[in-house]
Each structure stands twice: as structure tokens, then as C-alpha cells.
Nanobody, 115 residues
Framework: QVQLVESGGGLVQAGGSLRLSCAAS????????MGWYRQAPGKQRDMVAS???????NYADSSKGRFTISRDNANNMVYLQMNSLKPEDTGVYYC?????????WGQGTQVTVSS
């Protein structure tokens, strides 16, 4: 079982930055692939960025060059630094922890980018 708590969302103007944090409660954090996902109103939840246990990262095309995912295995944390934000980045951002069987989700944090 993994419990995830996101924080750092808010309202920001286009071109601004936000840093999202996700705190994980699990003894085996380092083995999980961690990811950030965005769900806009009426749309499916899409992957924004992910990072494996070994530190390999993967980004959605819309995130490349603007977002950076990182993890701190010693403190069970994962971060998403978001720069040059656009109105289309608006949505609820979820932290996900994935093992070979399942993905655990946090409750999400709202990010709103005004134009």
C-alpha cells in the first residue's frame, strides 16, 4: 500500500512557474516508477512526466523543455518543476506510484494557469 499526498498547486499567470511536491508513505518507495499526471475537465488523465527507480525520465511532448521531474528516494519525495506555464497546462495534477501490478494515486492538486 502506498499513500501519496500532493502539494504546490495554485493559480499562476501564463509564463509563470510552479513546483509540485508529492510525499509518499511506503517502505519501498525507491522501487516504484513515479509519475505526474494531469486531468483537465472532461478529459482523460494523461501522463505529464515520469521517473523510474533508476532515475530515467520520460516526458509528454507538451512538457518537454518546460517541466522537470525529480525524486528524492531518501525522503520519499517526487517533484515536478513547471516553467513557462500555459493555460492548457490547467488541470488537476496527480502523483502516481507504479509497480509491476498497480498504480497508486494521490488526491490531486489543482493547477490553474490564467492567460
Amino acid at each position: 500500500q502506498v499513500q501519496l499526498v500532493e502539494s504546490g498547486g495554485g493559480l499562476v499567470q501564463a509564463g509563470g512557474s510552479l513546483r509540485l511536491s508529492c510525499a509518499a508513505s511506503t517502505s519501498g518507495f525507491s522501487i516504484y516508477t513515479m509519475g505526474w499526471y494531469r486531468q483537465a475537465p472532461g478529459k482523460q488523465r494523461d501522463m505529464v512526466a515520469s521517473i523510474t527507480s533508476g532515475g530515467n525520465t520520460n516526458y509528454a511532448d507538451s512538457s518537454k523543455g518546460r517541466f522537470t521531474i525529480s525524486r528524492d528516494n531518501a525522503n520519499n519525495m517526487v517533484y515536478l518543476q513547471m516553467n513557462s506555464l500555459k493555460p492548457e497546462d490547467t488541470g488537476v495534477y496527480y502523483c502516481g506510484a507504479t509497480n509491476e501490478f498497480f498504480t497508486f494515486w494521490g488526491q490531486g492538486t489543482q493547477v490553474t494557469v490564467s492567460s
